[in-house]
């Protein structure tokens, strides 16, 4: 890396260099923030899963109790 710093700056291009590295921050943020919004979205989606499966057995559970004092 320090190769490529001294190469730029022989050349007099360090605003290439100071545009490369910002545009390299901001991509590897975003892709960061990408990655966690999707690991945020796979947990609720998780998360409504089992949410759907308790009130699936709490209905049959309700369905039983009901049957029983008929």
């Given at each position: 890396m320090s190769d490529l710093?001294?190469?730029f700056s022989e050349?007099?291009?360090l605003a290439h260099?100071?545009?490369f590295l910002w545009a390299s921050a901001a991509s590897a943020g975003l892709l960061f923030a990408l990655r966690?919004?999707?690991a945020a979205?796979?947990?609720f989606d998780d998360f409504v899963r089992e949410l759907q499966r308790f009130n699936r057995k709490a209905h049959r559970r309700t369905d039983t109790l009901n049957k029983d004092r008929d």
């Amino acid at each position: 890396m320090s190769d490529l710093i001294r190469i730029f700056s022989e050349r007099g291009d360090l605003a290439h260099l100071a545009l490369f590295l910002w545009a390299s921050a901001a991509s590897a943020g975003l892709l960061f923030a990408l990655r966690e919004l999707s690991a945020a979205s796979r947990r609720f989606d998780d998360f409504v899963r089992e949410l759907q499966r308790f009130n699936r057995k709490a209905h049959r559970r309700t369905d039983t109790l009901n049957k029983d004092r008929d």
